[in-house]
């Protein structure tokens, strides 16, 4: 079975700095799918962003990217000009390809955003 | 534009009631899924389906059950209801597995006293 792990249940950035959050995995598949999902106060949960495994090229979404290291099972998620908006819980997750699209998350990390 | 919806909002039940949380979506998708999340931790599958008709276990199934009678609906069912099923629960949907994005409805918070 697939695992996340988050090590920093909270970090702060100021606004319009940038902020990077860590996450790895385990699995023993090649072939996967990697989010990052943000959950505001309202906790709708959000997808900020989407991986390809099998794809070299790091994802980009406007200001939010990732650094994807697959022979290190890294997934980080890079959050350029933070604003206020940006304050969340951000949990990292895995799907494996087949078998019903079972999302694997992490244990999320707090973001705060200061003036 | 509704996608997922989930009611209640909000319930508080007593130790051995039961109940069930319901979850349409209007979007077409063959898969959906019951998540719950407890403070402090990310989400954990409870049940999912890829169809109407096929329903499956996920990580942590007992106290629970579901069915799936049509594509729209996925209802979650509470049997006895216990102190540690205190959760927020989690309805979610997607379309295919190529792209495997699932889209959440906004969450049913439980109270078991």
């Known amino acids: 079975a697939q695992t996340v792990t988050q090590s920093q249940p909270e970090m702060s950035v100021q606004e319009a700095e940038t902020v990077t959050l860590s996450c790895t995995y385990d699995t023993s598949e090649s072939d996967y799918y990697l989010f990052w999902y943000k959950q505001p106060p309202s906790r709708q949960m959000i997808l900020v962003i989407r991986?390809?495994?099998?794809?070299?090229q790091n994802a980009t979404e406007n200001r939010f990217s990732v650094n994807f290291q697959k022979a290190a099972k890294s997934f980080s998620l890079k959050i350029s000009d933070s604003q206020l908006g940006d304050a969340a819980m951000y949990f990292c997750?895995?799907?494996?390809?087949?078998?019903?699209?079972?999302?694997?998350f992490g244990t999320g990390t707090q973001l705060k955003v200061e003036l | 534009n509704a996608g997922v919806t989930q009611t209640p909002k909000f319930r508080i039940l007593k130790i051995g009631q039961s109940m069930t949380l319901q979850c349409a979506q209007d979007?077409?998708?063959?898969?959906m899924y019951w998540y719950r999340q407890d403070p402090g931790m990310g989400l954990k599958l409870i049940y999912y389906?890829?169809?109407?008709?096929?329903?499956d276990k996920g990580e942590v199934p007992n106290g629970y059950n579901v069915s799936r009678s049509t594509t729209e609906d996925f209802p979650l069912r509470l049997e006895l209801a216990a102190p540690s099923q205190t959760s927020v629960y989690f309805c979610?949907?997607?379309?295919?597995?190529?792209?495997?994005?699932?889209?959440f409805g906004a969450g049913t918070r439980l109270s078991v006293l």
């Open positions: 997750a895995v799907i494996l390809t087949g078998g019903g699209n079972k999302l694997t």
């Open positions: 979007m077409n998708h063959n898969y």
């Open positions: 389906s890829v169809g109407a008709g096929i329903t």
């Open positions: 979610a949907s997607s379309t295919d597995i190529t792209k495997n994005i699932q889209y």
């Open positions: 991986q390809e495994a099998y794809k070299q």
